[in-house]
């Protein structure tokens, strides 16, 4: 017979190697999957999934981003704008003739650049998070009609067009990019000693001053990493949209804090894991796509996508009240 110490053993190891909160949140993806199938046949097969994961290809970028910076206690809500304006310069650049390498280079540079412009206004003017990027959000938004006067760019650049549709080994090159982007940046999060500066900056900001840290160079670095994703994930959009659309990407930044809550990270900062988020995404992603196959009127889906976060900041809230 197993003693009570034994017992005690053994759920310490199941935390410590297989973590309680991350299985919650597993067992919460299968059980949506179980239902979705249950209510559609057309849900748990081989090409639905791929498309779910190619859906997932934008959000799960820009939650790459937003993930470092709700660790270090900061948010941006400008990615969907980003990812916007990003899929109109690409096609832009496009059309003058640019090549498909360089056009991405300058398209994530550009991003980068909004995101230290953000880390400015942060650091610099000493203005919330929220409210500059909400500002800089809208900027750029109107930016992306006004050099497209307002109409879709289209693309004729095949090999462009090959970023969004092409596949290597039968996986879409956008699905090779996002599992690169999280295998890179979760090595980054968890092995670097930026990572760490990251959850010391965002959980206590008066031992990372003490420690030596420069934390506006840490927020600076994580809105940057953000804005740079969310161009990217704007320009593999607009190759799988053949045109860049100043209205593509509206609600992106809610989707990626939606995701990032869900998957664990505290929004008081200092607290999660990248592994939480990719959880995170597929759940959004897969609930997205299976309210689509049951032909729930898009009005709805708006509904269920925000209750979906109202539920995701509410368990955030029973966690740190446990955790306090």
């Given at each position: 017979m197993k003693t009570d110490e034994q017992k005690i053993d053994k759920k310490v190891l199941i935390k410590k190697y297989v973590g309680s909160d991350k299985m919650g949140l597993i067992f919460a993806l299968?059980?949506?999957?179980?239902?979705?199938?249950?209510?559609?046949?057309?849900?748990?097969?081989?090409?639905?999934?791929?498309?779910?994961?190619?859906?997932?290809?934008?959000?799960?970028?820009?939650?790459?981003?937003?993930?470092?910076?709700?660790?270090?206690?900061?948010?941006?809500?400008?990615?969907?704008?980003?990812?916007?304006?990003?899929?109109?310069?690409?096609?832009?650049?496009?059309q003058r003739g640019i090549g498909t390498v360089l056009t991405l280079i300058i398209v994530v540079f550009v991003g980068i650049f909004i995101g230290f412009i953000n880390s400015l206004i942060v650091n610099k003017l000493k203005i919330a998070p929220f409210i500059a990027t909400l500002a800089t959000m809208q900027a750029i938004r109107g930016l992306a009609y006004i050099i497209c006067d307002g109409k879709p760019i289209y693309i004729q650049n095949k090999s462009y067009l090959g970023i969004g549709k092409d596949r290597i080994l039968g996986i879409p090159i956008p699905v090779i990019i996002l599992i690169l982007a999280f295998a890179v940046f979760i090595i980054i999060l968890s092995k670097t000693r930026f990572g760490r500066n990251l959850y010391i900056v965002g959980g206590n900001p008066v031992a990372a001053r003490l420690a030596g840290i420069n934390s506006n160079r840490v927020i600076a670095k994580a809105f940057m990493i953000t804005s740079?994703?969310?161009?990217?994930?704007?320009?593999?959009?607009?190759?799988?949209?053949?045109?860049?659309?100043?209205?593509?990407?509206?609600?992106?930044?809610?989707?990626?804090?939606?995701?990032?809550?869900l998957g664990g990270i505290a929004f008081t900062g200092g607290i999660g894991t990248l592994g939480g988020t990719v959880i995170g995404v597929l759940i959004l992603q897969g609930f997205n796509n299976g309210l689509l196959i049951m032909n729930v009127p898009q009005f709805w889906q708006y509904v269920a996508s925000g209750l979906l976060l109202v539920a995701a900041l509410s368990f955030d809230y029973i966690r740190s009240k446990k955790r306090a």
């Open positions: 299968i059980v949506m999957v179980i239902i979705f199938t249950i209510l559609s046949p057309y849900y748990f097969t081989s090409k639905n999934f791929m498309n779910v994961l190619v859906a997932s290809s934008l959000i799960g970028l820009a939650a790459i981003g937003q993930s470092y910076l709700v660790i270090c206690g900061q948010i941006d809500l400008s990615p969907g704008a980003v990812a916007g304006f990003s899929g109109v310069l690409a096609a832009m650049l496009l740079g994703l969310s161009a990217l994930g704007g320009a593999i959009l607009a190759s799988r949209m053949n045109s860049g659309q100043p209205s593509s990407c509206e609600g992106l930044e809610m989707s990626a804090v939606t995701a990032v809550v």
